[in-house]
Nanobody, 124 residues
């Protein structure tokens, strides 16, 4: 059974930073593309960022480009989301996801495993 466990969420003031982590229990982690999604109250789940299995390719939703950075440590089977210059509109539950392929995708339907989510609240 695959488990994804997010951590690092919390309450931060606008302009501040947070670093989310997602630890995976995947045997083939280095062959697994990972993604971060978020869901704000009353809104649909939204793609945030994705990284290929090797870490060589990353993609972001336009609204976070230049502020968020996705990275991974395959030895630790962990993916990170560094969030800087946070805005109130970044407030959401953030989910880590994994897909059974090394290539990136930005649709939630392309991901096979999901974490339980971690709350990020940005106060203005």
């Amino acid at each position: 059974q695959v488990h994804l466990v997010e951590s690092g969420g919390g309450l931060v003031q606008a302009g501040g930073s947070l670093r989310l982590s997602c630890a995976a229990s995947l045997q083939t982690f280095s062959w697994t593309a990972m993604g971060w999604f978020r869901q704000a109250p009353g809104k649909a789940r939204e793609f945030v960022a994705t990284i290929s299995g090797s870490g060589g390719a990353t993609y972001y939703v336009d609204s976070v480009k230049g502020r968020f950075t996705i990275s991974r440590d395959n030895a630790k089977k962990t993916v990170y989301l560094q969030m800087n210059s946070l805005k109130s509109e970044d407030t959401a539950v953030y989910y880590c996801a994994a897909r059974r392929s090394a290539t990136t995708r930005d649709s939630a339907n392309d991901y096979d495993y999901w974490g339980q989510g971690t709350q990020v609240t940005v106060s203005s």
